[in-house]
Protein backbone atom coordinates (compact mmCIF):
# COMPACT_ATOMS: atom_id res chain seq x y z
CA UNK A 1 0.00 0.00 0.00
CA UNK A 2 1.40 3.44 -1.11
CA UNK A 3 2.56 5.55 1.83
CA UNK A 4 0.11 8.20 1.72
CA UNK A 5 -3.15 6.00 1.33
CA UNK A 6 -4.98 5.46 4.62
CA UNK A 7 -5.72 2.16 5.49
CA UNK A 8 -9.17 0.97 6.41
CA UNK A 9 -8.47 -1.72 8.60
CA UNK A 10 -5.62 0.28 10.83
CA UNK A 11 -7.26 0.85 13.78
CA UNK A 12 -4.96 4.22 14.68
CA UNK A 13 -6.33 5.90 11.88
CA UNK A 14 -8.21 9.33 13.18
CA UNK A 15 -11.81 9.14 12.15
CA UNK A 16 -14.21 12.03 13.00
CA UNK A 17 -17.90 11.70 14.25
CA UNK A 18 -20.41 13.66 14.12
CA UNK A 19 -22.19 14.06 17.71
CA UNK A 20 -25.77 15.52 17.91
CA UNK A 21 -25.27 19.23 19.72
CA UNK A 22 -28.98 20.80 18.99
CA UNK A 23 -30.80 18.08 21.45
CA UNK A 24 -31.05 19.69 25.29
CA UNK A 25 -31.13 15.72 26.00
CA UNK A 26 -27.56 14.92 23.92
CA UNK A 27 -26.29 17.82 25.32
CA UNK A 28 -26.97 16.75 28.64
CA UNK A 29 -25.85 13.19 28.17
CA UNK A 30 -22.47 14.31 27.03
CA UNK A 31 -22.54 16.81 30.33
CA UNK A 32 -22.83 13.64 32.29
CA UNK A 33 -19.96 11.81 31.08
CA UNK A 34 -17.66 14.66 31.29
CA UNK A 35 -18.73 14.92 34.96
CA UNK A 36 -18.59 11.35 35.20
CA UNK A 37 -15.30 10.40 33.30
CA UNK A 38 -13.64 13.05 35.85
CA UNK A 39 -14.98 12.03 38.78
CA UNK A 40 -13.67 8.97 38.03
CA UNK A 41 -10.09 10.41 37.82
CA UNK A 42 -10.53 12.12 41.03
CA UNK A 43 -11.27 15.37 40.39
CA UNK A 44 -13.14 17.36 42.93
CA UNK A 45 -16.80 19.15 41.96
CA UNK A 46 -15.02 22.66 42.59
CA UNK A 47 -12.16 21.21 39.65
CA UNK A 48 -14.94 19.49 37.53
CA UNK A 49 -17.27 22.81 38.05
CA UNK A 50 -14.01 25.12 37.03
CA UNK A 51 -13.52 23.15 33.62
CA UNK A 52 -17.38 23.49 32.90
CA UNK A 53 -16.29 27.27 33.10
CA UNK A 54 -13.26 27.42 30.94
CA UNK A 55 -13.74 28.31 27.24
CA UNK A 56 -10.78 25.98 26.69
CA UNK A 57 -12.89 22.80 27.39
CA UNK A 58 -15.26 23.26 24.24
CA UNK A 59 -17.58 20.88 25.50
CA UNK A 60 -18.31 21.32 28.63
CA UNK A 61 -18.34 24.93 28.20
CA UNK A 62 -20.91 24.53 25.82
CA UNK A 63 -23.09 22.96 28.06
CA UNK A 64 -22.68 24.99 30.92
CA UNK A 65 -23.55 27.92 28.62
CA UNK A 66 -27.23 26.30 27.55
CA UNK A 67 -28.10 24.49 31.20
CA UNK A 68 -26.33 27.18 33.66
CA UNK A 69 -24.09 26.76 36.55
CA UNK A 70 -27.12 25.25 38.69
CA UNK A 71 -27.69 22.55 36.64
CA UNK A 72 -23.97 21.51 35.98
CA UNK A 73 -23.55 21.75 39.91
CA UNK A 74 -27.01 19.21 40.29
CA UNK A 75 -25.52 16.99 37.98
CA UNK A 76 -21.75 16.91 39.51
CA UNK A 77 -23.76 16.29 42.74
CA UNK A 78 -25.79 13.58 41.45
CA UNK A 79 -22.88 12.01 39.86
CA UNK A 80 -21.12 12.08 43.04
CA UNK A 81 -23.61 10.65 45.69
CA UNK A 82 -23.59 7.53 43.14
CA UNK A 83 -20.39 7.65 42.95
CA UNK A 84 -18.54 8.83 45.84
CA UNK A 85 -15.29 10.89 45.77
CA UNK A 86 -12.04 8.50 45.15
CA UNK A 87 -10.83 7.40 48.24
CA UNK A 88 -7.00 6.71 47.41
CA UNK A 89 -6.32 10.01 44.90
CA UNK A 90 -5.90 10.74 41.81
CA UNK A 91 -3.31 9.81 39.09
CA UNK A 92 -4.11 13.03 38.00
CA UNK A 93 -1.71 15.91 39.18
CA UNK A 94 -2.73 19.30 38.48
CA UNK A 95 -0.10 21.85 37.66
CA UNK A 96 -0.01 25.72 37.53
CA UNK A 97 -2.21 27.53 35.01
CA UNK A 98 -4.80 24.15 35.10
CA UNK A 99 -2.69 21.87 33.17
CA UNK A 100 -2.63 18.46 34.16
CA UNK A 101 0.05 15.81 34.65
CA UNK A 102 -0.33 11.72 33.86
CA UNK A 103 2.24 10.34 35.47
CA UNK A 104 1.69 7.33 32.86
CA UNK A 105 2.31 9.60 30.04
CA UNK A 106 6.08 10.94 31.83
Do not use: N, W
Not at 14 to 21: D, I, K, M, Q
Not at 50 to 74: D, H, S, V
Amino acid sequence: MPYDDPDATDPMTLHGVEVEAESDAAMREMAECFVEEYIRLGFDADRILKMFQTRGYAGPFLAYQTFGEECIRALIDEHLQRRGPRQHGSAVEPRIGGDIALPVLD
